[in-house]
């Protein structure tokens, strides 16, 4: 008997159906390597995408870079490595540019132009990608910035430049602030001033001071013009004719006290006010002092002074003749020391000057007058 059953090749259907295997079994692992293969499709597909992450993130950082850098100049912060704006003063919006400001340039995300510069002497801005300067003197920050970014964009240098111009330091409007002042000092006029805020800004008079103020100034021709006025109206701020506009390239003076001393046997001795453009003669000096004691040698009076080199000088006075006009009046100068010596002789200091500050220095020697 042929078993031709070994070599029978049966349907796929008739396969599973005579298996050894139930039917029930062989439908269940169809779900199970459905699953199996999903998973590891899944699983590969997320393989892919790790690997692309990365770059897709990087493509997307670029293109967010590409577009802030391509953003319009007016929306960008300035870029300033030479003139940094925290470097600027506080000029304000209206200061006019002189002559030696320094100025920082600065140019929208264009660091390579941004500059340092001084006014020049003609009232000129020289900057290295302009073929000539810029006429500056007299115009505000904005109106310069306006003036650079015309430039750049007339030389086709840039196509829309959007230009800051900041005041880094002032050295245009020097006021000169002196004399008997707590702080002498040279001012920087950023703004109008009046001559009562410039001597507050010097710190006010200081004691010792006199009642005269000088300012001087250079007019349009070249010539110096001097205004000499009060002290105490000046620092009232109440009279336009005495707090006067302070101008660029004033000299403001606060002139010392100058006084007159009177030592020795006067009835009333001490130290007289000289004021300014006054003159104090001997004969006024006796009046103010109430004329000499009894016990008094008025005609072996001195003046005692000190000449510009500092050397000490005397002068005698004979008073009585002085006050009967046989002999001319004697005018009297800042810082002259008086003296009637008494019947029985006394020693006097030869100094006794008042110097500048109120200082009063008293000098070594002594003078014995009998």
């Known amino acids: 008997m042929e078993t031709t059953m070994l070599n029978w090749d049966p349907p796929r259907g008739e396969l599973m159906a005579h ?34 992450t990365p ?70 801005l020289v900057l290295s990608y302009f073929p000539r ?20 964009k007339q030389l086709q240098i840039l196509l829309d430049p959007q230009v800051s111009v900041a005041v880094i330091r002032v050295e245009s409007k020097p006021v000169v602030v002196g004399g008997s002042v707590r702080n002498p000092q040279v001012l920087q006029e950023m703004q109008p001033l009046t001559l009562q805020e410039t001597l507050m800004l010097a710190g006010g008079p200081q004691d010792g001071a006199g ?26 701020g109440t009279d336009p004719r005495f707090n006067i506009p ?20 006067f009835k009333t001795p001490g130290a007289f006010p000289l004021g300014r453009g006054q003159q104090l003669t001997v004969s006024k000096l006796m009046a103010l002092t109430g004329g000499w004691q009894a016990t008094a040698k008025p005609d072996k009076a001195v003046i005692v002074r000190e000449d510009s080199n500092g050397q000490r000088q005397t002068v005698p006075l004979n008073l009585p003749k002085i006050m009967a006009r046989k002999e001319p009046d004697v005018t009297l100068e800042a810082n002259d020391l008086v003296y009637v010596p008494g019947s029985t002789g006394k020693a006097v200091g030869l100094a006794a000057i008042k110097g500048i500050g109120g200082a009063v220095m008293l000098a070594t020697g002594y003078l014995i007058i009998r």
Do not use: H
């Open 55 to 124: 770059v897709l993130a990087q493509s997307s950082s670029s293109l967010t870079s590409t577009s802030t850098s391509t953003q319009s100049p007016s929306l960008q912060q300035p870029i300033t490595t030479t003139a940094p704006v925290s470097s600027a003063t506080s000029a304000p919006p209206e200061y006019r540019v002189g002559k030696g400001d320094v100025l920082g340039i600065t140019v929208y995300d264009m660091p390579e132009f941004n500059r340092i510069a001084v006014v020049g002497s003609e009232g000129t």
């Open 246 to 265: 302070v101008q660029p390239g004033d000299t403001v003076q606060v002139l010392p006290d100058q006084k007159v001393f009177a030592a020795g046997d």
């Open 19 to 52: 298996s050894c295997f139930p039917q029930t079994i062989l439908w269940r692992l169809r779900p199970i390597r459905f699953r199996i293969v999903v998973a590891v499709t899944v699983a590969l597909a997320g393989a892919v995408l790790g690997m692309t």
């Open 133 to 152: 300067p810029l006429g500056i003197n007299g115009k505000t920050t904005q109106e310069i910035g306006q003036d650079v970014a015309l430039e750049l």
């Open 211 to 236: 009642n005269s103020v000088l300012v001087t100034r250079v007019d349009g021709t070249g010539s110096a013009i001097s205004y000499d006025l009060a002290l105490k109206k000046v620092l009232s």
